[in-house]
T-cell receptor, first 117, second 112 residues
C-alpha cells in the first residue's frame, strides 16, 4: 500500500514571506499523480496544485509551486508571498494508477499552516 | 450547481442509532467517493461509485456501513448501530476525470 508522510504537523510563516511544506511518499509505481489540497477552517477541501509523475517540470499555480523529486519520492509545496488567507491545513495526496479503489486518493496527516501578520 | 453538496452538515446521534448522509455530486460527474476524516488525520478512503455501481469498499467500511448511488446521481451513506468510534467528518468527492476530485463540505458526525 502506498503511504504519504508529512513530517511537519505545524508550520508558521509571516505574511509576505515564503514557506515550504514537506511531503514524502512510498510507491513502486512509475505513473501516478500527486496533489496538494488546502482545508480551511470551514473544512471544505480545495485543490491547490497537482503534479503528473511523468512530467519532469515542476507544477506552478500563481504563488504556489512544487519541488517534485521523483527518485527521492519527495513532493514539497512552496507558498510565496504568504497571505492571511493561506492559513489552513494542507494535505499532500497520492493517486495511484487505476487500481481497486479507482483513483482514490491516499492522504498524509496534514500540516497546519499559521500565517502571522 | 457549482459544487458538491452534502447534507446534513452536522449530525449528533446517540450510540446505537442509525444515521444517513447524503451527497450530491457535481452534475454529470460519473465517479463518486466517500472518505472519512478523524481528528488530526487526513481523509481515508471508504468506497467509490462509477455511475450507479459500487466498485470498491475499503476494509474500514464495516458491515454496519452501506452506501448507495441510485441512478448514478446522488449518493447516501448509512451507518447502522452507531458507535462512538464512528465520530468523524464524512467527506464526499466527485470527478469526471481521473485526476481531479472535487470535495463537498462534509458531514460531521458526533456519536454520544
Amino acid at each position: 500500500a502506498q503511504t504519504v508522510t508529512q513530517s511537519q504537523p505545524e508550520m508558521s510563516v509571516q505574511e509576505a514571506e515564503t514557506v515550504t511544506l514537506s511531503c514524502t511518499y512510498d510507491t513502486s509505481e512509475s505513473d501516478y499523480y500527486l496533489f496538494w489540497y488546502k482545508q480551511p477552517p470551514s473544512r471544505q477541501m480545495i485543490l491547490v496544485i497537482r503534479q503528473e509523475a511523468y512530467k519532469q517540470q515542476n507544477a506552478t499555480e500563481n504563488r504556489f509551486s512544487v519541488n517534485f523529486q521523483k527518485a527521492a519520492k519527495s513532493f514539497s509545496l512552496k507558498i510565496s508571498d504568504s497571505q492571511l488567507g493561506d492559513a489552513a491545513m494542507y494535505f499532500c495526496a497520492y493517486r495511484p494508477p487505476k487500481g481497486n479503489s479507482g483513483y482514490a486518493l491516499n492522504f498524509g496527516k496534514g500540516t497546519s499552516l499559521l500565517v502571522t501578520p | 450547481d457549482t459544487g458538491v453538496s452534502q447534507n446534513p452538515r452536522h449530525k449528533i446521534t446517540k450510540r446505537g442509532q442509525n444515521v444517513t448522509f447524503r451527497c450530491d455530486p457535481i452534475s454529470e460527474h460519473n465517479r463518486l467517493y466517500w472518505y472519512r476524516q478523524t481528528l488530526g488525520q487526513g481523509p481515508e478512503f471508504l468506497t467509490y461509485f462509477q455511475n450507479e455501481a459500487q466498485l470498491e469498499k475499503s476494509r474500514l467500511l464495516s458491515d454496519r456501513f452501506s452506501a448507495e448511488r441510485p441512478k448514478g446521481s446522488f449518493s447516501t451513506l448509512e451507518i447502522q448501530r452507531t458507535e462512538q468510534g464512528d465520530s468523524a467528518m464524512y467527506l464526499c468527492a466527485s470527478t469526471d476525470r481521473a485526476y481531479e476530485q472535487y470535495f463537498g463540505p462534509g458531514t460531521r458526525l458526533t456519536v454520544t
